[in-house]
């Protein structure tokens, strides 16, 4: 069975730091780009953030360009998201999401999602 | 940014009774060169991520029952589920990925 777990999710403070991982399972890890997609409560779904296979591309929304970074460990099966500069607006729950060998065009399959949330 | 536009924002339908979700992108998300249209569609229930449905605009994921189908091209896009069953009451989402990703705002789909 396919599964992503998130993890690292948590209360910080405007400016503060957090670094999020999702690990998968089920399915060759390496072989897919993947993606981090965040929903605000209450709110839609918003893309962040994508990685490719080899780690050499990564592609990222305007509102975290220069705050985010994605990142991923294929020998760990493991994806990342550093996030940095914190801003109350950034608070949603985060998912990773797999995306396909070719690029990514849609999400399948995602994770349950870890909660961030940005407040003073 | 591609702006995704659905309409009704929510929806009651009765059990067995055909449900539509329309979806308009602010730009066509039809790709010439393969003449695919890149949009999705997602079904989120409540405490659950979203699950996809349909990609390519009408294509089917597997395991996806046969109820649910998508239509459209360009910029206007429909999900039909033809006869409702309790288990569909969900949060239904479109997304396009010709430029970027970005959502439609989403529909909330309840039983009548």
């Known amino acids: 069975e396919v599964q992503l777990v998130e993890s690292g999710g948590g209360f910080v403070q405007p400016g503060g730091s957090l670094r999020l991982s999702c690990v998968a399972s089920?399915?060759?890890?390496?072989?897919?780009?993947m993606s981090w997609v965040r929903q605000a409560p209450g709110k839609g779904l918003e893309w962040v953030a994508n990685?490719?296979?080899?780690?050499?591309?990564?592609y990222y929304v305007d509102s975290v360009k220069g705050r985010f970074t994605i990142s991923r460990d294929n020998a760990k099966n493991s994806l990342y998201l550093q996030m940095n500069s914190l801003r109350v607006e950034d608070t949603a729950v985060y998912s990773c999401?797999?995306?396909?060998?070719?690029?990514?065009?849609?999400?399948?399959?995602w994770g349950q999602g870890t909660p961030v949330t940005v407040s003073s | 940014d591609i702006v995704m536009t659905q309409s009704p924002d929510s929806l009651a339908v009765s059990l067995g009774e055909r449900a539509t979700i329309n979806c308009k992108s602010s730009?066509?998300?039809?790709?010439?060169?393969?003449?695919?249209?890149?949009l999705a569609w997602y079904q989120q229930k409540p405490g659950q991520p979203p699950k996809l449905l349909i990609y390519w605009a009408s294509t089917r994921e597997s395991g996806v029952p046969d109820r649910f189908s998508g239509s459209g091209s360009g910029t206007d896009f429909t999900l039909t589920i033809s006869s409702l069953q309790a288990e569909d009451v969900a949060v239904y989402y479109c997304q396009q990925c010709y430029r970027g990703y970005t959502f439609g705002q989403g529909t909330k789909l309840e039983i009548k």
């Open positions: 730009q066509s998300v039809l790709y010439s060169s393969d003449n695919k249209n890149y």
């Open positions: 990685i490719k296979q080899d780690g050499n591309e990564k």
């Open positions: 999401a797999r995306g396909q060998v070719t690029g990514t065009n849609w999400f399948a399959p």
């Open positions: 089920g399915f060759t890890f390496s072989s897919y780009w």
